[in-house]
């Protein structure tokens, strides 16, 4: 079983709907992050969370630490919001990340 | 914004070949990283380095592979002898406090072992 589990896979919506993506892993952590892979490749930090919620703009994360799970909220979504989304943990003590398959989201005018 | 730079951006190598990946790292940072995705799959970790060592390495991170900050700004991904399987898109990160920070990943270097 991976520690880092996402869903879904893949989500394709109109533009405008509200997205969400989900987060679910299985070992303590000391800090999740939010990240966007750009068609290109380049990934950009969205968020790093270790409690609660965080707001920027459209989106929105929230993290449950006792039920080991977060998402990713889209608001009023739009095309340029189309890229991988990956949630990535880093466990008590390592500084390595280790990351979730990523959620292609394809959003259509 | 402050932003990771690497190059180069594609290098295409003959299998056997050494390679060095370049990163600049944001300058106030302390922590420095490498990670790899190969075509398709999820981003891996190799190595994180801070005050001069690595700190932590992966099981991917072997004898073929070092990690060298040469001058105080460069932050280098030496990989001796490449085999096909290392084909892959390289990223360089960086952080101020660690993995508990906004961790800023750089546009990532192509390799492709021929």
């Known amino acids: 079983k991976n520690e880092v589990e996402q869903s879904p896979q893949n989500l394709t919506a109109q533009e405008g709907e509200f997205i969400t993506i989900n987060c679910s892993y299985s070992?303590?952590?000391?800090?999740l992050h939010w990240l966007q892979q750009h068609p290109g490749g380049g990934i950009v930090s969205l968020f790093m969370?270790?409690?609660g919620k965080k707001k920027h703009g459209r989106l929105i994360a929230t993290i449950n630490i006792q039920e080991k799970h977060s998402s990713l909220h889209i608001t009023a979504s739009h095309p340029r919001d189309s890229a991988v989304y990956i949630c990535?943990?880093?466990?008590?003590?390592?500084?390595?990340?280790?990351f979730g398959t990523g959620t292609r989201l394809t959003i259509i005018p | 914004e402050p932003e990771v730079t690497q190059t180069p951006s594609h290098q295409v190598t003959q299998m056997g070949q050494e390679v060095i990946l370049r990163c600049v790292p944001i300058s106030n940072h302390l922590y420095f990283y490498w990670y790899r995705q190969i075509l398709g799959q999820k981003v891996e970790f190799l190595v994180s380095?801070?005050?001069?060592?690595?700190?932590?390495k992966s099981e991917i991170f072997d004898d073929q592979f070092s990690v060298e900050r040469p001058d105080g700004s460069n932050f280098t991904l030496k990989i001796r002898s490449t085999k096909l399987e290392d084909s892959a898109m390289y990223f360089c990160?960086?952080?101020?406090?660690?993995?508990?920070?906004?961790?800023?990943f750089g546009e990532g270097s192509w390799l492709t072992v021929v």
């Open positions: 990535a943990v880093a466990r008590f003590g390592n500084e390595k990340l280790t």
């Open positions: 380095f801070y005050n001069n060592e690595i700190s932590e």
């Open positions: 969370l270790s409690s």
């Open positions: 070992v303590g952590i000391s800090a």
């Open positions: 990160a960086s952080s101020r406090q660690g993995a508990v920070n906004t961790i800023y």
